[in-house]
């Protein structure tokens, strides 16, 4: 005990030393006052700040508490230290002053959002984090979930893409099924909700219930989970107005580095092509022609500088097409604005008096689009609105409404080729460097039309609608001083998605003089298609609470009702041959070719009864019980109702009268453990029902008659999938409340997942029906530390913080119909098996390239001794797929002289193994906080320390011309592939259709597994505010400006070889930029700097 006071003692002399150096006086009567800084236990206080007040005078407690300085007979006081309140005491020329500091309980008294209401955090058995508004405080994004993202650990989200208006899923823990949905529950206000549409500046704090006994009062609606986000309020005595403002410049964090030098593209891919066809390619692709004539004239052009684009007389191409000597195209370049202009502005007004209290909010957030389209620009707007109103109608009860308004407006250009929409992949398939964008006359060329072109000069557009009304009426009664509370709440929500597409032919000229379109050449036309969803919403909660003491047995009890239900409409309509190009309305096109509508219904209901026991013995034994009695429609009558319960203990050591340990060194620990079984109703409306599908068939009698087919047999055995969490975690806080370390561990068994049958007969006459046939398992721990101090700095207060999380999980699947544990073919494995890691990455080990044709003779004829016709056949499909010295060496690993898959089994691999995992490990972040003398900064960074990731064979932007020869080819392949000079380099030979790479999952290798884990810095902000001295000339109350910036560097492994690639994107085991579930689908995560300036007008402190 004496080492670890002598410690403290150190640590805080030199914290405080600099600082506390006694300086000169004030005044001319000087006094030498000693005293001792004690708690309110009788313990010294140790580096304490005894301060002459308004100076920068001071000493620091020595290991007793004792202090002495010299200051001025009429000076004051100020003793302060970290966990306690600070006094001020008038000194009045005396010469012993003794002072007693009495604990700050702010920490321990913090309230944590939980389900249904609040508690002390001190209180908490379950596992739950929080964080507030300071979170989100002038930061620039579109959106809450992307300034959530790392802030919470295990709380994990996906982003589909960059796009403003993204919506990603909420994952906490981990794995949770893969059977029915497993995203978290994301309550507003107590109301489920859409993050993606909410205010920003709105928000108050918001809580993660992580743990089966937190979120069991949510009952099926969360069984992995509840994000809890609650919306300001106005505070009592005040009236104030508050504005603010950020404009921000965005540019992508990845963008493809690609060869754009049109004659070094169009000689690889020449190489590409014949290394692996062994002919010559008459075209690139579909849009351009090709000989070895004109690329010996492109050699002798680039080599002159000379280059220039002529109509062909026929001599190296065919007759009359435009021919192209071209310097080079970047269409990704071309594609995107150097920059992306986004300006936001929040304005909100609040008060409250007595009886009534207001909080008025509106925003604007304006994107000006990142596509450089000439004719059809990108943008995103989005309008919110909320009002929040309450009135004590009598002392005992009160009324509230929260009205919350959203729209917004995405519109993109449209783009018509086989990339599905994929601009990344219609470059990737036609945009070649060798062509320019422009003809001579001024005329798109056919490549650009076909990747880039369509969308900055076509007339084509898609929109995307949002709009969202919703409005929660609540009453709260309180009797018996507030031990006693009845609460009621009635939402009503409407919510319309629309997509709208405008389709008009892309005009273009492959022959001088000759105008074609895409519409011509594809039998596409021109279009106007309408999708609207609309959703209504409602649902009713009723509980009641009873809180008392009875000595030091402290009791709390709730029990309620709720009900939610959901309808939901779709309709699409399309219709082609528009009478205009400027019309925009489906009854003003013809139905040439084509014409259709279509709809689609839902409903779904549900209820429950819950309720939450709270028991704690002096605040030191903690006790929670919770359980809920769940009813859904989406289940079988027979299984439609189920009960769900849990428990939780918690034992705050530090609170033991034996516990002698002093609160400087720890000032709180607390021992906890839950379990529970959670139900999943978060399954689609009719996944129990047997559909049937109808269809077209044969002509008969001139007509063509509708027909179905008998649908999949749905199992009597339905039941519920269940999630069953078991939880042990750790709160301790230590000197005075300056470090904090927050630590659990868990099991998370999901059982009855909705999976796949038994294979059953094929005289059966139907697929294997779905049932409750599988399990999992997910374990994983999480850690949350900060430190958080302050001291004196020139005078001034400095305080600062530093914070990390670190998590971890994995899972396990116990239960599978798959009793070969059969693989699937691909690195990526979907075919499920008992003792499966979920993420696993099976491929081939590979050694190294063959560097001879020795070598490769040598494994052909261990392979002929061994009966097989090659060593390597998965890539010798034909003679034209013949090794050559370039090319991977695969290890035999099971020595039977070939290359093999074996039975293609977990326990028969053949030559595969497990070479890597996509799930991410160790997920990160760590940032810190600073203010002083009215500056404030602070940074966050975030990452995953281990993940792997191989490239699929669709990831143009990894294997470029390997994958087809047209493709792109990436800046880093140059020199970068082998060749008999360049015998060590990390690519194979360059050719292109390479089996291992076109069906790049079926032959992955640890060669190229990528090592894909990440640290980014996520956010930075340094802001001043203005000293009210200065702004209260103006009328004004506060002023603050500030810098910040959003993902502004990030670092990879990957990035060895290739920065194209948004590692973050691959969080989740995506494998492509260039997949819909990857970064690169049309807008990539940006990465902004920007400004803002915050004011507060009429602050009115009326206490």
């Known amino acids: 005990m004496k080492a670890k006071s002598i410690l403290l003692l150190l640590v805080s002399l030199f914290i405080t030393a600099p600082v506390f150096a006694q300086g000169q006086g004030q005044g001319t009567g000087k006094v030498t006052v000693s005293g001792r800084v004690i708690d309110d236990q009788g313990a010294p206080v140790i580096g304490a700040g005894v301060m002459v007040e308004g100076t920068t005078t001071g000493v620091a407690t020595d290991i007793n508490g004792n202090y002495t300085i010299t200051v001025p007979s009429s000076a004051s006081l100020s003793i302060q230290s970290i966990g306690f309140k600070t006094v001020v005491i008038p000194v009045r020329g005396r010469a012993r002053i003794d002072v007693t500091l009495s604990s700050d309980d702010e920490l321990l008294d913090e309230v944590v959002v939980v389900g249904y209401g609040t508690q002390k955090k001190a209180n908490l058995t379950g596992a739950v984090d929080q964080v507030g508004a300071e979170t989100f405080d002038g930061r620039p994004n579109a959106n809450l979930a992307q300034m959530l993202q790392g802030r919470v650990a295990n709380l994990n989200l996906k982003f589909t893409d960059g796009r403003p208006n ?5 994952n906490i823990r981990g794995k949770t099924s893969i059977g029915q949905g497993g995203s978290a529950l994301v309550l507003i206000d107590g109301v489920e909700g859409n993050a993606s549409l909410l205010n920003p500046n709105d928000i108050e704090s918001v809580s993660v219930l992580k743990d089966a006994a937190s979120s069991a009062i949510y009952g ?89 684009t002529l109509v062909s007389d026929g001599s190296l191409i065919t007759k009359g097409l435009w021919l192209y000597f071209h310097k080079g195209t970047d269409y990704y370049d071309a594609l995107y604005k150097d920059f992306t202009f986004t300006q936001t502005h929040n304005l909100s007004v609040s008060g409250a008096d007595d009886r009534f209290d207001y909080y008025i909010s509106a925003r604007l957030y304006d994107n000006d689009g990142l596509f450089d389209s000439q004719v059809n620009p990108d943008s995103y707007k989005m309008y919110n609105g909320r009002v929040k109103v309450g009135y004590q109608v009598t002392p005992w009860l009160k009324i509230t409404s929260n009205t919350d308004i ?20 219609n470059i990737a398939d036609e945009g070649h460097p060798c062509s320019p964008i422009f003809n001579p006359d001024g005329t798109l060329t056919y490549s650009a039309v076909y990747s880039v072109g369509d969308i900055l000069y076509g007339g084509s557009n898609r929109t995307y609608t949002n709009r969202q009304a919703q409005n929660t009426v609540a009453a709260k009664a309180t009797f018996f001083d507030n031990r006693l509370r009845l609460n009621a709440d009635f939402t009503y929500r409407a919510r319309s998605y629309d997509t709208h597409v405008h389709r008009l032919p892309s005009p273009f000229s492959r022959y001088e003089g000759q105008i074609e379109s895409l519409a011509e050449i594809k ?28 000595g030091k047995h402290n009791f709390k009890a709730l029990l309620g009702y709720n009900y939610e239900q959901q309808t939901y409409r779709n309709v699409y309509a399309y219709n082609d041959g528009l009478l205009s190009p400027n019309v925009d309305q489906l009854n003003l096109a013809l139905g040439l070719d084509n014409k259709s509508i279509t709809s689609d219904y839902s409903k779904w209901r549900m209820a429950g009864a819950f309720f939450r026991l709270n028991y704690n013995f002096a605040e030191r034994y903690l006790l929670e019980i919770n359980g809920r009695y769940d009813g859904s429609s989406k289940f079988p009558a027979r299984q439609r109702w189920a009960f769900f319960p849990s428990v939780s203990a918690g034992w705050r050591v530090s609170q033991e009268p034996w516990f002698n340990v002093d609160q400087s060194i720890i000032s709180n620990l607390k021992i906890r453990a839950s379990y529970g079984s959670l139900g999943n109703s978060n399954v689609s409306v009719y996944a129990y029902d047997e559909t049937f599908d109808f269809d077209n068939g044969r002509i008969i009698n001139g007509q063509k008659v509708r027909y179905t087919s008998a649908p999949a047999p749905i199992p009597e055995s339905l039941t519920w999938e269940t999630a069953q969490t078991l939880d042990g975690g750790i709160d301790l806080s230590l000197f005075s409340g300056r470090l904090n370390f927050t630590g659990d561990v868990y099991v998370r068994k999901t059982l009855n997942m909705y999976t796949v049958g038994p294979t059953l007969p094929d005289v059966f006459g139907a697929s294997s029906p779905k049932g409750n046939f599988a399990e999992m398992t997910t374990r994983g721990f999480e850690i949350t530390l900060g430190w958080d101090d302050a001291l004196k700095l020139g005078g001034q207060p400095f305080k600062y913080g530093i914070h990390a999380t670190l998590a971890d999980y994995y899972s396990v699947i116990d239960k599978y119909n798959n009793a070969l544990k059969s693989l699937s073919t691909n690195a990526y494995n979907t075919s499920y098996y008992e003792g499966m890691v979920l993420g696993e990455i099976w491929g081939f080990e590979c050694d190294g390239l063959y560097q001879n044709q020795a070598q490769i003779d040598a494994d052909e004829a261990a392979a002929a001794a061994a009966g097989q016709a090659h060593y390597n056949s998965l890539m010798k499909q034909t003679d ?87 493709n792109q080819m990436p800046s880093w392949h140059l020199g970068n592939y082998w060749t008999e000079d360049n015998p060590n380099a990390y690519l194979p030979r360059y050719t292109g259709y390479f089996e291992p790479f076109y069906k790049g999952r079926t ?39 500030f810098l910040a910036g959003e993902n502004l560097w990030t670092w990879s492994p990957v990035y060895k070889w290739s920065r194209d690639v948004d590692v973050t994107a691959n969080i989740y085991g995506t494998d492509s930029v260039l997949e819909t579930t990857g970064d690169g689908y049309n807008f990539p995560t940006m990465k902004s700097i920007s400004v803002g300036v915050k004011v507060n007008f009429g602050h009115i402190d009326k206490q």
């Open 166 to 170: 993204s919506s990603p899923s909420f």
């Open 220 to 308: 099926s609606r969360a069984p992995y989970g509840v994000v809890l986000i609650t919306t300001k309020n106005a505070k009592k005595g005040t009236a104030t107005v508050s504005y603010q403002t950020n404009l921000s410049f965005e540019t992508p964090t990845a963008m493809p580095d690609v060869v754009s030098d049109g004659y070094v593209w169009a000689e690889h891919f020449y190489k590409a092509w014949y290394n692996s066809r062994a002919n010559n390619p008459n075209n690139i692709n579909k849009t351009m022609e090709f000989s070895t004539a004109w690329l010996e004239e492109y050699r002798l052009r680039a080599e002159s500088g000379n280059y220039e």
């Open 406 to 425: 959203a729209y917004s407006k995405y519109v993109m250009p449209e783009t018509q080729s086989e990339g599905g929409g994929n601009i990344w992949r």
């Open 523 to 550: 039998g596409l036309a021109d279009y106007i298609s309408e999708t609207l969803r609309t959703y209504d919403y409602l649902a009713t909660n009723e509980w009641i609470e009873w809180e008392d003491t009875v």
């Open 880 to 966: 034209n797929y013949a090794l050559f010295p370039g090319d991977m060496h695969f290890v035999d690993i099971n020595k039977n002289g070939y290359i093999d898959r074996g039975k293609n089994t977990a326990d028969d691999p053949g030559d595969r193994k497990i070479i890597g995992n996509s799930e991410p490990r160790f997920i990160y972040s760590f940032g810190f906080d600073v203010e002083w003398a009215g500056i404030f900064a602070n940074a966050f960074f975030q990452g995953v320390g281990k993940q792997d990731w191989y490239p699929d064979n669709e990831s143009s932007s990894f294997w470029g011309m390997y994958n087809r020869p047209y």
């Open 1003 to 1041: 032959n992955a290798n640890d060669r190229y597994l990528q090592n894909a884990s990440y640290i980014r810095l996520k956010s930075v902000q340094i802001g001043y505010n203005i000293p009210e001295k200065i702004t209260r000339k103006a009328g004004l109350h506060k002023v603050s400006v």
